[in-house]
């Protein structure tokens, strides 16, 4: 957490929080102070730490006063979860009068004050209060000066270490991951040498607001010295794969310009991170190797990131890069539909196809779905995706149509996310005006586990699909672990066989039984099933023998972009209309 240290004003109200479970000796305190002046003190009072502890977490007081004696809890605890929930606001504690000793300890503990309860002539309790909060206000000083950067107001080197070594304690008993970040601004010295210190001290501070903002759990973000700060990062956002993610949203926001005095500013960043324990045992260790990743950083001509970990460093930088790079890309060019033939196996004939993407990358090349649809799944990148691959099938499919039997589907995969989409059945009908379409004409793809995630969402989905005369596919059937009870309950058009139980299903009697087992299965429930995978004639021929309704596979041919696929179409297709 970024701390800031309690400003107490210099002038009155001071608003008082006193925990006091007599109500009795509460309400003789609020006379006293009442009696001084009705302005000078605002008191809330609670009757148990408990009942305190939502009041200081909303709220804002100046003084703390602690009855030593609730019940249920010791004095000294009382006073050590105030110091630690607290650690800038005065506090005085209120002892019997043989607590002397009660009395020191809370001193010691980091009270400022203690008076002895029903003893309260000659304004001592608004002296001692006045008293605790000038003592407060000058340990807060010292606090600011020893343990703040001045420039920025977050914490500075010394803090951050000891910050550091406490979250590694507190690591090594709760196995809780660490993530140690060192950010160093790009172009920083080129600001200051052309435009001056007092704009350089600017550009920190404005580093320092930003960093604030991205980060929201309470992990430490501390300025070291120059233009170099350090971040950590404990909890779930501490795994690597979220540490790139959250580097990768802070160079990001370090990227856009900084606005100082009348400058406009672009300045980048480079990040050096280490993990705990992989990285480094100690704090010292830690941070000397997330500055090593940082040098490494740095030789980049781009703002990037490094882990000190070599291996994770390079799947890492690839994954967050090439999810960067979809993001950019999705809905443009660079992505087109391929279309698999899926045929009736008794007569060879078209029944239907499948639309498969394909990412034409500029540098990579053709990168497969299976590497980028679980990235684009990860954000809403997937749902510009699915819209526009379904508006370019349906367009495709219209020009296919003279070519293809009236009752051909062509099926899109869809993802988790397109199920929970609430306008998905609005902007499907709004496309399919578009394209003039027909329902009887449109298949989607579900794989089994997508089906038993939130099954009532997915119920609703999938009838209004039914209703609006759409199929529905269950895509790689026989690979998750649906209960079939559930499978016969859902409104199902077609089982997809999947390609493991097709590969090897001439040589391996177990996946022939499968096989058998779930055709068989199939058509009792009213389904058909579409056999993926097939690959040689001696498969076919098996699964056609077996009463399969229809394949897919490179033995018929593999998926093939828009104008193969209607060369394809007028020379392999048999008896279209
Ligand atoms: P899928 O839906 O099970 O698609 C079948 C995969 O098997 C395709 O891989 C296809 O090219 C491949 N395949 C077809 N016939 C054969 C064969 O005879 N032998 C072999 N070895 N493979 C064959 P692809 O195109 O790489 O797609 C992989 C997965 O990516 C798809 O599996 C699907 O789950 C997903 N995917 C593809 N396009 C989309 C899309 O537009 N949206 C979503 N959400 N997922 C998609
Ligand atoms: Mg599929
Ligand atoms: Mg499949």
Redesign the pocket.
């Known amino acids: 957490m970024t701390v800031s240290v309690l400003k107490v004003p210099n002038h009155s109200p001071l608003h008082i929080l006193l925990i006091e479970d007599n109500d009795g000796d509460a309400l003789l305190i609020r006379k006293m102070l009442e009696r001084v002046s009705p302005s000078t003190f605002t008191i809330l009072h609670a009757s148990t730490l408990e009942m305190a502890e939502p009041e200081y977490q909303k709220q804002t007081f100046h003084l703390l006063l602690l009855d030593m004696n609730l019940p249920g809890i010791s004095g000294m605890e009382a006073v050590e979860k105030l110091r630690r929930d607290l650690p800038y606001t005065p506090l005085i504690v209120m002892t019997g009068l043989d607590d002397e000793q009660k009395a020191l300890g809370a001193l010691q503990l980091g009270a400022q004050d203690y008076i002895v309860k029903g003893h309260y002539g000659n304004n001592v309790l608004p002296r001692a209060i006045r008293y605790a909060v000038e003592r407060k206000r000058y340990e807060n000083k010292v606090v600011e000066l020893v343990h703040f950067d001045r420039t920025t107001g977050l914490i500075n080197r010394d803090h951050f270490m000891e910050r550091l070594a406490d979250a590694i304690a507190q690591a090594k008993t709760s196995e809780l991951k660490l993530g140690v970040m060192l950010l160093a601004l790009r172009r920083f010295k080129e600001v200051t040498a052309t435009l001056g210190h007092e704009v350089g001290q600017g550009l920190l501070k404005a580093v320092g607001t930003r960093l604030k903002e991205c980060l929201q759990q309470p992990n430490a973000i501390a300025r070291l010295e120059g233009d170099e700060f350090a971040l950590q990062v404990t909890g779930p956002l501490a795994q690597p794969e979220n540490l790139a993610r959250f580097a990768m949203k802070i160079l990001n926001a370090i990227e856009e310009p900084f606005e100082v005095e009348k400058y406009i500013l672009r300045v980048g960043g480079s990040i050096g991170i280490a993990t705990f324990p992989e990285c480094g045992q100690d704090r010292s260790e830690l941070l000397t190797h997330a500055d090593s990743a940082l040098h490494r950083a740095r030789q980049n001509m781009n703002s990037t990131f490094q882990f000190y970990n070599n291996k994770l460093n390079h799947e890492l930088n690839e994954r967050v890069n090439l999810e960067k790079e979809l993001r950019q890309a999705a809905g443009g060019d660079q992505f087109v ?2 279309y ?1 033939p899926i045929v009736d196996l008794s007569t060879g004939q078209l029944c239907g196809m ?5 990412w034409q990358h500029p540098d990579r090349g053709m990168i ?3 590497i980028f ?1 679980p990235l ?2 990860k954000s809403d990148c ?1 749902l510009y ?2 819209e526009s ?1 379904i508006s370019e099938a349906f367009r495709d499919f219209h020009e296919f149509s003279g070519d293809i039997p009236e009752q051909a589907y062509i099926s ?4 988790a996310r ?1 199920l929970q989409q609430r306008n998905f059945m609005y902007d499907l009908r709004e496309l399919v005006s578009k394209v003039r379409m027909k329902p009887s004409n449109i298949a989607f ?1 579900l ?1 089994e586990g997508m089906l038993m995630q939130d099954p009532d969402k997915t119920i609703k989905m999938l009838r209004a699909c039914r209703e609006y005369g759409a199929s529905i596919l269950v ?2 059937f026989g690979t998750g672990y649906s209960s079939l009870s559930y499978l016969s309950r859902l409104p199902l058009d077609i089982l ?1 066989l ?2 493991s139980f097709v ?1 090897n299903i001439t040589t391996n009697r177990h996946n022939m039984v499968i096989a058998t087992a779930t055709i068989n299965m199939a058509h009792a429930l009213g389904l058909k099933v579409v056999a ?4 040689n004639r001696g498969q076919y021929e098996l699964l056609k023998s077996l009463g399969c309704d229809s394949g ?4 018929i041919s ?2 093939m972009p828009k104008d193969e696929f209607r060369s394809w179409l007028t020379h392999h297709t048999v008896g279209t209309r």
């Open positions: 539909n391929h698999q499948e639309t498969l993407l394909r497969s779905p299976a649809i684009a799944e997937i995706i699915t691959v899109i995969n869809l993802s397109n793809e794989t895509d790689d997809k999947d390609r590969s993926e995978g097939i690959e897919q596979g490179y033995f593999k998926p």
